[in-house]
């Protein structure tokens, strides 16, 4: 499996207005540990929606949740503990009204 690489200091979507109840794509995360921030945002509201931001050591699994959100507009979260896992991924564990969900990503050194 190939996955792209997040580059540190360079916003990547890592889930683009997907509806579907399932986990998004993987991503490779640097090498070094670093810190996050992560927006959400939405085509339009939904009256309810969760939100997951997942890591792994392997591109398998198994998958830790690292932030979740249940905001229904959009917002920026931030991950202030540096992360060295060597994967992530967004997954949409709840989203009733089938809102177009993006999630951009950006990683910085701590």
């Known amino acids: 499996m190939s996955n792209t690489l997040i580059n540190i200091g360079v916003p990547c979507i890592i889930l683009n207005a997907a509806v579907d109840v399932e986990p998004g ?7 070094r540990a670093c810190v996050m921030g992560w927006q959400t945002s939405f085509d339009e509201n939904p009256s ?17 949740s690292l932030d979740t ?29 089938d809102a177009e969900v993006t999630i951009e990503l950006i990683c910085k050194v701590p």
């Open 48 to 64: 309810t929606v969760s939100l997951a931001l997942e890591i792994a050591m392997e591109e398998v699994g198994p998958w830790t």
């Open 69 to 97: 959100s249940t905001t229904v507009t959009p917002a920026l979260r931030t991950i202030s503990t540096p992360t060295a896992a060597r994967f992530i991924r967004a997954n949409i564990v709840d989203n009733d009204d």
């Open 25 to 31: 794509d993987v991503f490779a995360l640097p090498s």
